[in-house]
């Protein structure tokens, strides 16, 4: 079984810095790609950015240059750290992984304020 567990999200004005974490339970985790994707209201759930077991990173155009993803799997964590943060930066953010089905986190909020 696995099990997700966003936090660090929060309230910043724009321009400002936030940093989240995901702690994944199971032995799995290292093996599995993990991603971080955000919904904002009315609007589709979106990827934001991936990192693969080897460290490979992939990340939507709009957040390029922003954020950047890592892992430390020893730890079994995830992390995205958002710099120079938009008002459409606004958003649930969920980490993800797929194996033999989608797990999910929670969720954790972030707005960005103008």
């Known amino acids: 079984q696995v099990q997700l567990v966003e936090s660090g999200g929060g309230l910043v004005q724009a321009g400002g810095s936030l940093g989240l974490s995901c702690a994944a339970s199971g032995s799995i985790f290292r093996f599995r790609t993990m991603d971080w994707y955000r919904q904002a209201p009315g609007k589709q759930r979106e990827l934001v950015a991936s990192i693969t077991s080897g460290g490979t990173t992939n990340y939507a155009g709009s957040v390029k240059g922003r954020f950047t993803i890592s892992r430390d799997n020893a730890k079994n964590m995830v992390y995205l750290q958002m710099n120079n943060l938009k008002p459409e930066d606004t958003a649930v953010y969920y980490c993800?992984?797929?194996?033999?089905?989608?797990?999910w986190g929670q969720g954790t909020q972030v707005t960005v304020s103008s």
């Open positions: 993800h992984t797929l194996f033999v089905r989608d797990y």
